[in-house]
């Protein structure tokens, strides 16, 4: 299978490890607007972004992907599903994101649900995330 016909992802970095979504699901990578808080929010779900008119949930996914709290540069902004419906999130991430070209090999023994294949790299293996699947982890938590 040639690279053209390849699937296409958004690797993302959080702290030293890069995570993937597929690049349908990838609106844009936003510079870090000022994040608006409130009283009720969730570890996970941390305020809102006013993007273009549009409030915009912010998901700290970094509290369920990686240990600490690394300094977040950018947002990704990406689809989510809630059943039928769909709503761009932010992602904060900690750099610059890339477009990949890759396979998606099965996930290994012991991967956590949200994590639905692994891309393999010329220098790593990259986890393809479930965006839906890791928000559910964590409300389920």
């Known amino acids: 299978m040639t690279s053209s016909m390849q699937p296409r992802f958004v690797l993302f970095p959080l702290g030293e490890k890069r995570f993937a979504l597929p690049a349908e699901t990838v609106a844009e990578l936003a510079r870090p607007d000022l994040q608006q808080t409130f009283p009720h929010t969730t570890p996970l779900m941390t305020g809102v972004l006013v993007r273009r008119g549009t409030i915009v949930p912010v998901c700290d996914v970094a509290q369920v ?40 090999l099965p996930p290994t023994a012991g991967q956590p649900p949200y994590v639905v294949g692994l891309l393999s790299l010329p220098k790593e293996i990259v986890q393809l995330l479930d965006l839906e699947k890791l928000v559910e982890a964590e409300a389920n938590a």
């Open 65 to 104: 992907l990686v240990v600490g709290a690394p300094a977040r540069k950018f947002y990704l902004l990406a689809t989510r599903k809630f059943g039928r419906t769909a709503e761009l999130t932010a992602l904060p991430v900690t750099g610059e994101c890339e477009l990949a070209a890759a396979d998606v």
